[in-house]
């Protein structure tokens, strides 16, 4: 069965203390593997796209990573700003077609000033 | 702004009660998804359709559920006779699959409360 799990559950940081944040998934077909960056009571926003191993993304203060197992979720030199909860997926769907994402619990991100 | 949009934002029933919500996608987009979200979880998976075809349905999705996307434009999700374990965040996403690059695009989501 097609699963995400992502560490930590929860991350304190002080402003300017970069980090990283983690999801190792198993699935039977990677059909991409997706970063999104959730505030309260709102839905998730979009952040990147990886597809293979060794692809790296870079946006602002984020770059996220891939391998054959895990995705990182580097934070360089946080600000309050970036305190979310940031989730991760993997396209599941059956056939080849990309169809649901399976998502992770998600890592909620403290930035302190 | 030309992004995804749900309507109500906000939905309080009583129990037994029916309830219905509205998606309107991105328009040039061609699947649109539904999920559910509870507090300290990520967004499961329901539904979706591409153009009006629904095209999967996950387990979660059980007989008081129903989807429809007529014309392949907005979507509406029904649950009849709401228990209070429906009580969640149901978010709407949407993508351009085919030409696009198939990300998915969410909505701000309809914060349901089931009394």
């Known amino acids: 069965e097609d699963q995400v799990t992502q560490s930590p559950e929860a991350l304190r940081l002080q402003e300017g203390e970069s980090s990283s944040l983690n999801c190792s998934y198993t699935?039977?077909?990677?059909?991409?593997l997706f970063w999104y960056r959730q505030d309260p009571g709102k839905g998730p926003e979009f952040l990147f796209t990886?597809?293979?191993a060794g692809e790296e993304k870079e946006k602002e203060r984020l770059k996220a990573t891939l391998t054959k197992k895990e995705s990182f979720l580097h934070i360089t030199a946080p600000k309050p700003e970036d305190s979310a909860t940031y989730l991760c997926?993997?396209?599941?769907?059956?056939?080849?077609?990309?169809?649901?994402?399976?998502f992770g619990k998600g890592t909620k991100l403290s930035v302190k000033p | 702004d030309t992004g995804v949009s749900q309507n109500p934002r906000h939905k309080i029933t009583k129990r037994g009660q029916n309830v219905t919500f509205r998606c309107d996608p991105i328009?040039?987009?061609?699947?649109l998804y539904w999920y559910r979200q509870t507090l300290g979880q990520g967004p499961e998976f329901l539904t979706y359709?591409?153009?009006?075809?629904?095209?999967?349905k996950s387990r979660l999705l059980s007989d008081r559920f129903s989807a429809e996307r007529p014309k392949g434009s907005f979507s509406t999700l029904e649950i009849q006779r709401t228990e209070q374990g429906d009580s969640a965040m149901y978010l709407c996403?949407?993508?351009?699959?085919?030409?696009?690059?198939?990300?998915?695009?969410f909505g701000p989501g309809t914060r349901l409360t089931v009394l």
């Open positions: 996403a949407s993508s351009l699959v085919g030409t696009g690059t198939g990300e998915q695009f």
């Open positions: 699935v039977s077909g990677l059909r991409g």
């Open positions: 990886l597809y293979s």
């Open positions: 997926a993997v396209g599941g769907g059956y056939g080849g077609s990309q169809g649901n994402l399976i």
């Open positions: 328009s040039e987009h061609n699947r």
């Open positions: 359709f591409q153009n009006e075809a629904q095209l999967e």
